[in-house]
């Protein structure tokens, strides 16, 4: 039998997170970043993200709604800033890309985009004393979005190296969203791409097709994964995922830099633990999640 040469290096990847025990070490972590959606209920991030190789923070946006949670003197401050020096130090945030003006609301996101974009240029003056390894716009796009190639000059204004993040809410498949990302997407441009396994978009092996697509057409080096660590709940919301869905992502997306979102909201202590004793003995029932 041929082997894939990527799908050997993802189980070799995968066989030294086992036998390390805390996904981290020999090179292979569990997951590379974390991200964090800010807003007043969750100003203050703690974590034992790092437990799974976490080493960079992707920070959803720092201001929002026209709010700030940095120092920018032309947004109204939010009501409590973020400690962003002890952020700094934490192991999980070593490397951190900084979001810039987004908006909760998507339609509106995009209908404001050009102002979004001015206001994302002024928070570039702003920056919380961390290290900084890129910037993230934080307006999403896909290939419903019809006026999305207006990025192409707007992104310009930004600082590099820069991020955006990507979806297929149509499911057109991963080369169709390639090509439509490549007609358009400024060549220095970098993109998230957010697996849809959340909201039962895809499975992950799909998605990982995605992301393959999207490394063929735009290069490795640009392509990230978003793994979606929650699920649906009935009636409504959302729950974090079991250790035994987000294994299952994470097994797939090996060879790619993942970003689990979002650590504040779905990614507690328990299910870290739960995470790491499903990954050594896949048998064992996971803890309960707080």
Not at 3 to 32: E, Q
Not at 208 to 218: G, R, S
Not at 256 to 269: A, E, K, M, N, Q
Request: hydrophobic share 40%; with cysteine; charged share 20%.
């Amino acid at each position: 039998m041929k082997l894939n040469f990527c799908h050997t290096v993802r189980c070799v990847a995968l066989a030294f997170a086992i036998l390390c025990g805390t996904g981290a070490c020999f090179g292979a972590p569990l997951a590379d970043g974390i991200v964090w959606q800010v807003d007043n209920a969750h100003i203050d991030p703690h974590g034992d993200w790092d437990r799974l190789g976490v080493r960079d923070l992707l920070v959803q946006w720092t201001a929002v709604d026209g709010l700030a949670f940095v120092a920018d003197p032309s947004l109204k401050a939010a009501p409590r800033l973020p400690d962003w020096e002890r952020i700094g130090q934490e192991p999980w945030a070593r490397n951190v890309i900084v979001g810039l003006a987004g908006s909760f609301d998507e339609k509106s996101a995009r209908a404001r985009v050009a102002e979004l974009v001015e206001q994302s240029i002024s928070l570039t003056q702003f920056r919380p004393p961390v290290h900084i390894q890129g910037w993230y716009f934080p307006v999403e796009v896909d290939p419903t979005w019809h006026e999305a190639e207006t990025l192409r000059t707007l992104l310009a204004g930004l600082p590099r190296p820069l991020w955006i993040s990507v979806y297929d809410r149509g499911n057109i498949g991963g080369p169709a969203l390639a090509d439509w990302l490549g007609s358009w997407l400024p060549g220095d441009v970098g993109v998230f791409f957010q697996d849809g396994c959340g909201v039962y978009a895809r499975e992950a092996p799909v998605a990982l097709e995605y992301a393959d697509a999207l490394a063929a057409k735009l290069g490795h080096q640009r392509v990230r994964i978003i793994a979606e660590a929650f699920r649906p709940t009935t009636g409504g919301g959302f729950r974090a995922a079991t250790a035994g869905e987000l294994a299952t992502q994470l097994d797939n997306y090996h060879g790619y830099r993942t970003y689990l979102f979002d650590g504040p909201h779905y990614v507690s202590d328990d299910l870290v633990q739960g995470l790491l004793d499903h990954v050594n003995n896949p048998g064992t029932p996971p803890p309960a999640q707080r």
